[in-house]
């Protein structure tokens, strides 16, 4: 009954999804990244192993950087979906609170 409620008064289900996808994307660029780092091996590179010498192997045609500034644009949306979920939560408190 309560679960109604919420879903008519604030879109906390559309933010709960909004977070969901944006976990997996950042998930997807971090796999893209890794991969393009170790010469498309599973995994991240530790410093001191075969083929991390610091240089980013781009042979599997990733670009490192326009990955990372997708990811950079990931990580703010995650954060202000997430807040407005908070507020949405906020909202419903305050209007149960007798």
Do not use: W
């Not at 289900?13 to 991969?35: C, F, N, P, Y």
């Not at 997708?70 to 949306?77: F, I, V």
């Amino acid at each position: 009954m309560i679960t109604g409620f919420i879903s008519r008064v604030v879109p906390a289900a559309e933010l709960k999804d909004a977070l969901d996808i944006g976990t997996q994307r950042v998930r997807a660029i971090a796999d893209r990244v890794s991969k393009a780092s170790l010469q498309n091996q599973d995994g991240f590179a530790l410093p001191g192993t075969p083929g991390a010498s610091g240089a980013v192997a781009n042979s599997s045609g990733v670009d490192i950087e326009s990955e990372m500034i997708s990811l950079a644009d990931e990580q703010l949306r995650y954060e202000a979906t997430s807040k407005l979920l908070s507020k949405a939560y906020d909202q419903v408190r305050t209007a149960l609170k007798p």
